[in-house]
């Protein structure tokens, strides 16, 4: 077993920066070695924040490098599965942003050769990381809530992207909702068969205009016969709204919103708090860190990596199903979208 | 305008025993004047509790009583519609405990002579009354949380009645969702065009063989557009479970369920509190007072009641959707049910 | 054993209003036979109300009916002694507004003659009664917290009295403090040996013009060992403040406010409560019926009553011990104000 | 200004391998130069991990290096004043744990030589920092609740220390409560003029014979007439207990404990939450951070510290003053102790 992991970040935005510092600050059993990104200019910001030893002009270069294990995918959505691929031909084990692609076609060319060629691979799906998250599952697996019955996961940004983004964002279903469904699929630890999807446009008539719902609630259908719901909002004008409620044979638990501070203030008006936690930069920032000391030590371990790359494809089946419900005005079964054989099942 | 109104309790079963000693301990503004029930010892004991002077050996003696302006029809489910229909034609005005009947031909019925009589009817949808429920109305009517957006409510028994209840109850859908179908049409304040049920058994298999069901989803879509969902279970095991929450354009209003006390204790195992108030006689206590008062005020000053006979009949045919929904495994719109003409707009 | 107990209402205002209310209306064990009031006007209005047959002009025809079993002396503080010896003398079971009275010359002959004259007595320390109190009690005698070490009472007002009742009121220690200093031995169980008061005006400076402080903190300690601090207040902007917490050797308890509704409001703002219930009327509605109740049932079935006439001397002379603590601003013995023999136990 | 501070870390025990990993891996504008401590391998062991060039054998090695700006004073606090002299008369910044001694007169002294040599000292106050002592302290500068005229202080060990540390400890006093006293003067924004203290022995009476006390109710009476309380006890059963209430002119504030998580578990038993955060590792790890970025930044900006040399002494003097009033029963001036003339006005 190796000690440290040497890591390539390919793609240095917002999400990349996170990775990066992360890596470099609290992760000391792995070192970044090499960073790129199409502007150099950000490329070379985080390598100096993170003390990146080189910066290439190309994924390439990354790819190339003998001295990489393993590279981390932070660049945009419709590069992931591209990269995917070539990081596996290069022999590199890989940290992938989610999704994996908006179309199963690419997202099983991926998988098939990251599986042929014998690298691990992680899909970003940080909130299982979560505290919160971590506690539900916790609570299923352990039995202290019994068999679950019932799950209802609460998903709502603070407010809608700008149109721009929302146009190439594959809709609510791809973009959003697709953490919920992997949060789903996770908690549960079963296969949706069946979703329903009730969508509209409550928050901006230009999302609608754009071809895209900003309000649903999609209705899930286990295996196992749990019911679930998923409620999502582009806007809830209070902050970020991220909660899960679990009814089981023996009990219930439910998660509250993460806030800044504890204090409650009475006036003569309200009893009140301060806002939740804004953001999933705020909100989701220790699973960030978790998630990736997780891929670093499954990989120097040569473990299983706890978010597997079949666990990146099944949330995108789940979301087309969702996407031709709502079209369609029926429940959908997510056989009618993928052949049921390539389901595979939760890995945990 | 009357100073008193003079009531005849038909019914002195558990419910009927609740409304009398509510009538004859804390509404002053009225007097139970007879009572009668199937089993003459019952209506004895009831009549001994709240001072009542007149145990009737049968409805029909109320009904001919000139001194009785009002009845409170407390019988079982099946005598509803019957007893609603004879009381009209007495004259008298109308306080039914729900579901008017389980089938939409008898409560038509009902709703046509109580209409052509001039009397009044009031249907016992008492969560209404519910402080916690009226801070939520009060919200989306006083546009605290501006435009609804999306509705959720949880309604959870502690435990399943007997099967022999079960058998006879029309059903989860018309026993247990119909308060919530009236909760829902209450709060967001328009009609449910389309409903869709995912339900199952889990709690237990004679459920099942009874031909019923003991968990179920329920998505409801709106004219408005709103989107809701309805949670039942037969069995909470921490107790009876009844919340809801309404996320608006401008914020959300969320209830949490009542509790014996407010008391934390914190130990080396947890932080924790007792168990909620266990079941709707505790739970609800207070919201059956407010709706008798609330119906004898309308009749004294002669306004309309705050829950019409109209209110009464839109929960059946949610529930007859739900019903088919869940039979036919796909989305069944209200119109599908009863004819939409006669869906008449929610009264408050 | 009588199966009904007979009772005269002597004192018409607020408080006994709401009892006579209660004993009407909600404790069939017990009948109004007779009420009195300096005003005829109040007395005649609440005879009317609670359907009490006699009005009577003083106190003395109430203590001449044969009839009557007990009293409730619900008068103004200065004429509870005077009544309760009357009463004792004429051989009526009493209960009696608290303070007692705010010498202990006074209350120590009252409950001389009580003894002496073998009527029972019960005092108006309503908040024994109260369910979040009790749940701390319950917890402290089950031995769920272990062996208490520390207590801490909270008990603000909304805002301050009228300066024309402060000035009678016998000061904040008198008046206030006493429900608070009954509540510490009732919760702890055993008794104060010596307090030191730290107080000021911070609220209004005529309070401190009438000779009284509206801010105050008591440190107690108790013959067991334990440390307790109450805290009041004359003015809390959010309303009444009624918390008390609890810490033991096995774990703590504390109690949080009681809220009109259970409804969490979150916008753009904040996430927030309505106002807790805003006094004592509303707070402590349910304890005023539940120690009527104990008093009825204790006087039928002949049992101790659960606050007795000595529960209502003890925080008189805790008083009397802060009043000189702050005033002379050191620790005060409780036996320098009383002699300790005459001190007795906590009666439950 | 420089742009980069260079600190020598003296001690390298638990407290001071967390500020060595702080500066090391989350304030980029600092750097470890050298460390040193009594136990080499503990030196070497911190150097290796937090990458720092030098290890010392002694600390005068650290005060000789002309490269180094600061040290950071993490030995046991029989040093701490010895060693701040000397980084004073080396020309050293100082960041120094709590507290400075337990006499004033070696506090004095080092107050003194920092002052005349113009170095910048900062006390270990870290509790300041965090994010819900600061929501308070933000709420009364900002008025959001009125002039404050009530403080309680709750801090609770999840247990006592062992009895070896205990006897070395200086007591309760100097070696617990003294967070709490910087605690009441840094909200409140003013000076503690009187304390009484009750206290005794609760938990452990080997703590008792070793002379000390663990459990404690401490008075505060603050210039501007604010009354105050300090809760103390070694052994809270649930954890660590950490929480505050003000109440002012215009409404109040209190912070609620720190969990590992938001989930609500309800079964059959209770509704519960996990314990809070078990002790100050995990409850104020992020004001350790803060208080080090504060440090670093004001020497490098040259701005006061925000928690100075002076405000170091204050608490030692309301410590020595809370056990002279244990000890004689009695309320103790702060000028018993120590002359006013060098009470210095919070530093903020």
């Given amino acids: 077993m190796k000690s440290k ?12 920066k996170v990775h990066g510092e992360t890596i470099a600050f609290r992760v000391p059993e792995a070192s970044l070695i090499a960073v790129t990104d199409p502007d ?3 490329a ?19 790819f190339a490098d003998k001295s990489i294990d393993a590279v981390l995918i932070c660049s945009s959505t419709n590069t992931h599965a591209d990269l995917a691929i070539q990081a596996a031909l290069a022999g590199k084990h890989i940290f992938c942003e989610k999704p994996i692609d908006h179309t199963l076609e690419k997202i099983d060319l991926a998988l098939e050769t990251v599986t042929r060629h014998k690298v691990k691979m992680q899909v ?29 996961i609460i998903s709502r940004d603070p407010g809608p992207p700008p149109i721009s983004y929302v146009k190439v964002s594959g809709g609510m279903f791809l973009d959003m909702t697709i953490h919920d469904f992997d949060m789903a699929r996770f908690l549960i630890g079963d296969e949706v068969t069946e979703v329903y999807a009730s969508a509209g446009v409550r928050v901006d008539p230009e999302i609608g205009k754009a071809g ?25 004008p209070y902050g970020y709204d991220q909660r899960v409620e679990v009814l089981g044979s023996k009990g219930s638990i439910a998660t509250e919103n993460v806030y800044p501070n504890r204090a409650l203030v009475s006036t003569a ?7 939740p936690l804004n953001f999933f930069m705020e909100r ?10 997780a891929f670093v030590e499954a990989v120097l371990a040569d473990k299983p990596t706890p978010v597997t790359a079949a666990d990146g494809r099944v949330p995108v089946v789940m979301a087309l199903a969702a996407k031709k419900s709502y079209l369609e005005g029926r429940p959908v079964k997510l056989s009618e979208v993928a052949a049921e ?7 945990r």
Same sequence: chains 1, 2, 3, 4.
């Fill in 284 to 293: 989701y920032l220790d699973s960030f860190e978790k998630e990736l000391r």
């Fill in 212 to 236: 895209d719902v900003d309000t649903a609630v999609i209705l899930l259908r286990f295996a196992n016969g749990v019911i679930g719901t998923i409620d999502n909002c582009r806007q809830a």
């Fill in 44 to 62: 070379q910001a985080v390598a100096q924040r993170c003390g990146i030893p080189r910066v290439c002009a190309t994924a390439d270069e990354i």
């Fill in 40 to 42: 150099a200019a950000t």
């Fill in 269 to 275: 008006e309200s009893v009140r708090r301060d806002l």
């Fill in 124 to 152: 970003g799906f940080n909130r299982r990381f979560d505290a919160n998250f971590a506690r539900v599952r916790e609570a299923i697996v352990s039995g202290e809530i019994g068999t679950p019955h019932l799950i209802h």
């Fill in 5 to 16: 992991l040497n890591i390539g970040l390919i793609g240095a935005g917002r999400i990349g």
């Fill in 341 to 347: 054989a390539s389901l595979e099942t939760v890995s």
